[in-house]
Every structure is written in structure tokens, then in C-alpha cells.
């Protein structure tokens, strides 16, 4: 019994432009085979992972897809958070960490270090111009200062929460 014909004994039907077959076992995958999908936001595509012991493997495994990714960054650009000096930072995380907090659990089931490293940077950089903006400083004082605020409110943003704090320490100062 085909795919096809499972489908159709449910009443379905399979789009054509949409429908393709995927390898995704390990080994040598003969030429011209694809090797990756993309459903539901998730590209599933072979991946390096760490095991318990430190030691590297390739898995098929989920991950934010780039598309996914294009879409959070193309949001968070048009909040246009720099120019919302008047507001102040707790306001503008009333604002927008519902949606960061989104992102983070719907994607942070399959964690990877690109996804938190994207969103963090996206967003991290706007709330530095901010406080550049609304304070008049420098970009480096101004990523001092809200370094220091990340510190003493580390739960402020939905966002600050993905990096351990000596990365995070390390990318901001």
C-alpha cells in the first residue's frame, strides 16, 4: 500500500508542489537525494550534537528554520524599539516579551545555540540603541549601562534568560 493511497482512503489528498521524499537515515546518501525538510517553522536536518559525555555525533534534529528566523528578525525590526525613547524599559518589556516568550518555548524545545544567539543579538542590539538613545550615550556606555541593568533585573526580558550569563557577559560588555 502506497502513501498515496493510505492518503486517499482518508479523504486527503497530497500537494504535488509541496510533497517530496527525504532521506534522512545516516550513511552515504546516494547523489541528488535531499536531505532536509522544513515543517511547522523547524528545518530537520542533520545536525552535530553533543551527548552526556562530551562527545560530538551527528542526529537528524530540528532547529528553527531559516525562514522562521528571517520572520522573528524582520518583526523585532519593526517594533522599531529605538525610537521609543519615551517609554521606559520596563514598559517596553511589558511590550514585547509576550511574543519573545513565544518564541523561546515554542523553539526552545529543540534548543540550538544559532537560535538563541540570533534572537538575543537581534533584539539585544535594538535595547542598545535604546538606551543610547533615550540617555544619549555612547554605544559602548550604552551597552554598559544596560549590562549592568541585565545584572541587577536578570528577568526583566524574555530574551536575557538564553544565554548563560558569562556569554551574555562577554557579548554585551
Known sequence: MTVSSIVATNGLELNPTKTRIVYVGRGVT???VIREFTFLGYDFKQRTLVDRNGVLFRQIAPGASKAAMRGMTRTIKSW???????ASLRELAQRYNATLRGWIHYYGKFWYRNFSYQLWSVFQSRLVKWVSCKYRLPQRAAERKLNR??????SLFAHWSLLRSSDARSRAV
Open 30 to 32: 546516494p547523489a541528488g
Open 80 to 86: 522599531r524599539v529605538p525610537r521609543s525613547s519615551g
Open 149 to 154: 541593568i541585565r545584572r541587577a533585573q536578570p
